[in-house]
C-alpha cells in the first residue's frame, strides 16, 4: 500500500506565504496537489509531470502558487506565495502512475495522502 506524507501546513497571514512537500513512493507519471475547503468539493490546484517537468494550474493559483520536484529524492513541493484568505483548505498530494488525457481530475490519480492543514487568516 503506498502512502502519501504531506507536510508543511500552517496557520499564515494573508499576503504569506507556506511550502508544502510529498514525498512519493519512487517514480512516478504524474504528481498533483488538490484542496478540499469544509463544505466543498475536493479541488484541483496543481501537477507535474515527473519526466517532463510539465506543470498545470487552477486560475486561481496562476501566478502565485509554483509546483516542484526533486528528481533524486522524489518529493514533489507547492511554493505558494500571495496566501489569501480563500486558500484555507486541506491540502492533498497525489501521484499518478499512468498516463491521462487531464491530471486536473482525482480520477487520474491512483494514491493520495491524509492531507495538510492551510489556513489563511489575520
Known amino acids: 500500500q503506498v502512502q502519501l506524507v504531506e507536510s508543511g501546513g500552517s496557520v499564515v497571514q494573508p499576503g504569506g506565504s507556506l511550502r508544502l512537500s510529498c514525498a512519493a513512493s519512487?517514480?512516478?507519471?504524474?504528481m498533483g496537489w488538490f484542496r478540499q475547503a469544509p463544505g466543498k468539493e475536493r479541488e484541483f490546484v496543481a501537477s507535474?509531470?515527473?519526466?517532463?517537468?510539465?506543470?498545470d494550474y487552477t486560475d486561481s493559483v496562476k501566478g502565485r502558487f509554483t509546483i516542484s520536484r526533486d528528481n533524486f529524492k522524489y518529493t514533489v513541493y507547492l511554493q505558494m506565495n500571495s496566501l489569501k484568505p480563500e486558500d484555507t483548505a486541506v491540502y492533498y498530494c497525489?501521484?499518478?502512475?499512468?498516463?491521462?488525457?487531464?491530471?486536473?481530475?482525482?480520477?487520474?490519480?491512483?494514491?493520495w495522502g491524509q492531507g495538510t492543514q492551510v489556513t489563511v487568516s489575520s
Open positions: 497525489a501521484e499518478g502512475h499512468r498516463h491521462s488525457g487531464s491530471y486536473s481530475t482525482t480520477a487520474a490519480y491512483d494514491y
Open positions: 519512487g517514480p512516478t507519471y504524474a
Open positions: 507535474i509531470i515527473w519526466s517532463s517537468g510539465s506543470t
